[in-house]
């Protein structure tokens, strides 16, 4: 096979070689970072990524689970969805189902957050949130590199450097958000409770109370026969008769 680099067949005239067309030098580095794009496209390559040690973080970040540039067309993330879900699925994966499983449940998570406008528009703002906070960093160190009299390159001028700190602190603000977002779930089920613990107690309390009238009520007539015999006794002791006092006799001498 002819060297991607080498003119085509017949055409090195003279023993020299033309120079290489630049449209199928483009073509071919294209061709190159396509499959090794697609080489990492695999079932088991996928489920890896998306279950490694530490992926749980990594995975808040929806465009980072599509591997999806977070500016993308919705209509080409959902193709990446589809390839990608078709890859992880438990049905492909039969050897592998339970992981399988997990990491089509990410990829389905993902999706779902994307599909959604606001949220989908949520997620940008965090993505141009840390871009803004790389720049400014960035910004800061070479004026003070500059105020110092030293070169102010800085690591980031690299794109591929720049590109990094970007993605750490996307991944940073997402950690922190989901953090704050359990933070509230747990207050939320704290008050959730403390209600449910009020409404209990007030339940136990007019429970209570409405036993305390149902036994009131049936005990009344007791109460009153008793109170009755009691008055009964009572009058029958005061008023058994009247008894004349004694007079003693007059003494004579």
Not at 223 to 230: A, E, Y
Request: charged letters at 45%; aromatic letters at 6%; a positive charge.
């Amino acid at each position: 096979m002819a060297s991607p680099n080498s003119g085509p067949v017949g055409s090195n005239s003279g023993g020299v070689a033309p120079e290489p067309d630049q449209k199928f030098d483009v073509f071919y580095k294209d061709l190159k970072e396509t499959e090794k794009r697609d080489s990492v496209l695999t079932s088991k390559q996928q489920i890896d990524r998306l279950l490694r040690p530490g992926a749980s973080y990594a995975n808040l970040n929806p465009f980072e689970v599509l591997q999806v540039d977070p500016r993308t067309p919705i209509e080409d993330i959902k193709k990446k969805f589809r390839r990608m879900s078709i890859l992880v699925h438990p049905d492909k994966n039969q050897e592998d189902s339970e992981r399988a499983q997990k990491a089509f449940d990410e990829v389905t998570k993902a999706w779902r957050c994307l599909e959604n406008e606001g949220t989908r528009q949520k997620c940008l703002d965090i993505v141009e949130e840390a871009e803004a906070v790389v720049a400014k960093r960035i910004e800061e160190r070479k004026k003070q590199l500059k105020k110092e009299g030293k070169d102010s390159r800085v690591d980031e001028d690299d794109p591929e450097k720049l590109k990094r700190s970007v993605y750490v602190q996307t991944m940073k603000l997402f950690a922190d958000m989901e953090r704050k977002r359990r933070q509230q779930e747990v207050r939320d089920q704290e008050e959730r409770k403390r209600k449910r613990d009020q409404e209990i107690a007030e339940e136990e309390q007019k429970k209570a109370e409405k036993e305390w009238q149902k036994n009131f009520e049936e005990s009344r007539v007791d109460r009153v026969n008793s109170w009755k015999d009691f008055q009964k006794g009572k009058s029958a002791k005061k008023f058994k008769g009247f008894k004349p006092p004694k007079h003693k006799a007059e003494a004579r001498d």
